[in-house]
């Protein structure tokens, strides 16, 4: 592949104009614990916060003088296990719950939560999904509405400030990344920041392009919450370690090569199985477990957004 071939192309100029090695490592004083062997691993990631892996997705848990707060509740399998792993942990019962978006790994604690008295936060589309039931493209179903407990009571649109207790926890939309419904959960008092799927140091990106996520909202989204810290901020992702700037600076980095890449083949009338062909996924500095699901993907969502690339895609 001639790497001349893919010149830089602005990503904003091409929506507005032709548009018309994970930190964990080294954190330092990370503590583990297993009461029992179908149990969780907690890690302390600051004072007061811990993350929970094991439940299907990451769940962070902040330890405040008001009650627990979590972001991302697991998979509803794994209910058992949670509230065992919670009750091991300080800060008393829960009284908020974020959900970073709406798959079902992140929402199976909601309905458990919410009827024991969490205040549950998650962005609007968040709310709406589950209120009203979707459809899963991969399991070829319908799910059905969460039970009312469980579904969202404090509803945002673009960003807002919670303080549970004396503990200060900021909150944003990230417009399209993963999900249609993503939102970041910042703890500026630890200088953490719990960013759900829109980040992937581990495991392949996915694009739930069927759920209003792809490329062009991962970008922005990366961008954004690179800008909520400084260069001691450490990220939390749905799946996989604790990372810091330079983990989540590559991964930016790589998107938005492939960005400037597919603009040029999606222009061209191309496939997903042509550009993998061509090439486009190679040199990126990083590569993929499943290369032809990942192109498809994007792919997809690329062309859920072909009125926004140039004016003339046919």
């Known amino acids: 592949m001639n790497a001349s071939r893919y010149g830089?192309?602005?990503r904003r100029a091409v929506l507005r104009g032709l548009a018309g090695a994970a930190v964990t490592s080294s954190l330092g004083g990370l503590a583990r614990f297993a009461a029992a062997a179908d149990s969780l691993a907690a890690t302390t990631v600051a004072p007061g916060l811990t993350l929970l892996t094991g439940a299907g997705g990451n769940i962070l848990v902040l330890a405040t003088d008001a009650g627990k707060v979590l972001v991302d509740g697991g998979g509803a399998a794994f209910?058992?296990?949670?509230r065992q792993a919670l009750d091991g942990l300080p800060g008393g019962p829960v009284a908020a719950l974020f959900d970073t978006h709406w798959h079902l790994d992140q929402i199976g604690s909601n309905e458990a939560l919410g009827t024991a008295g969490a205040t549950i936060y998650?962005?609007?589309?968040?709310r709406q999904r589950l209120s009203t039931g979707y459809y899963l493209r991969d399991d070829e179903r319908y799910e059905p509405p969460l039970a009312a407990a469980g579904r969202p009571t404090k509803a945002f649109h673009k960003e807002g400030t919670?303080?549970?207790?004396?503990s200060r926890i900021d909150y944003g939309y990230l417009l399209e990344a993963h999900t249609d419904g993503d939102i970041y959960v910042h703890f500026p008092g630890v200088n953490v920041v719990a960013v759900g799927g829109v980040l992937s140091p581990q495991s392949d990106p996915e694009f739930?392009?069927?759920g209003g996520g792809w490329l062009g909202g991962r970008l922005d989204a990366l961008t954004r919450v690179l800008a909520l810290g400084d260069k001691d901020t450490r990220f939390v992702p749905?799946?996989?370690p604790v990372v810091g700037r330079v983990q989540v600076q590559a991964e930016l980095d790589v998107m938005a090569?492939?960005?400037e890449r597919m603009v040029e083949h999606v222009r061209l009338g191309e496939t997903a199985a042509d550009m993998q062909k061509a090439g486009v996924l190679d040199g990126l500095g990083r590569t993929f477990a499943d290369p032809a699901k990942l192109l498809y993907d994007v792919?997809?969502?690329f062309w859920a957004h072909h009125n926004t690339l140039t004016h003339d895609i046919v």
Do not use: C, M, P, Q
């Open 8 to 10: 830089r192309i602005e």
């Open 79 to 82: 209910n058992k296990n949670v």
């Open 122 to 126: 998650a962005h609007a589309k968040t």
């Open 162 to 166: 919670a303080t549970i207790g004396k």
């Open 208 to 210: 739930d392009w069927f």
């Open 238 to 240: 749905s799946v996989g």
């Open 257 to 259: 090569k492939l960005f």
């Open 299 to 301: 792919h997809k969502g």
